[in-house]
């Protein structure tokens, strides 16, 4: 089953049970899926375009979230907190920390990187390797935290 046929299977279920935080959550992902459709790009929507549509999704959800818990928006926060739950359940399982610094010290190891120079094409493999396994900030702090050691 594609992303786009669950998210219409389970947008039925939460209109069913009446779920706003699933609902907004869920919306959100189909109204992203459908505006990469029409964008008038030639290409087939794969299974890792998904998974970055739905990480973009969370990334921006994160940095409202922060952006409201600065100005005391607790409830505009909660908001962002309930769909970032809903939207993260279409995500593969998340590595640990301790999981992705293996992964990244293994990647630096294949490419011989010894300095922070080479953070981009750590960086760069990296994220095709584990695309959709975990984000983008996490990631690069690691590879920054190892190439500096």
Partial sequence: MSLEE?????LKEAMKAKDPAALRGIR?????????KTSGAKHEISNDLEMKIVQKLI???????????KQNREDL??????????????????LTR???RAEIKKVIDEIGASSIQDMGKVMGTA??????K?????????VRELLNA
Wanted: aromatic share 4%; hydrophobic share 35%; no cysteine.
């Fill in 6 to 10: 669950r998210i219409n299977q389970d």
């Fill in 28 to 36: 959100a992902i189909k109204a992203a899926i459908l505006l990469e």
């Fill in 59 to 69: 990334k921006q959800r994160k940095d409202s979230l922060d952006i409201y818990q």
């Fill in 77 to 94: 926060a909660q908001t962002e907190r309930e769909e970032i739950e809903v939207i993260k359940q279409y995500l593969p399982k998340q």
């Fill in 98 to 100: 301790e999981e992705l």
């Fill in 127 to 132: 994220s095709k390797k584990l695309a959709g």
């Fill in 134 to 142: 975990a984000d983008g900030k996490t990631m690069s702090g690691i």
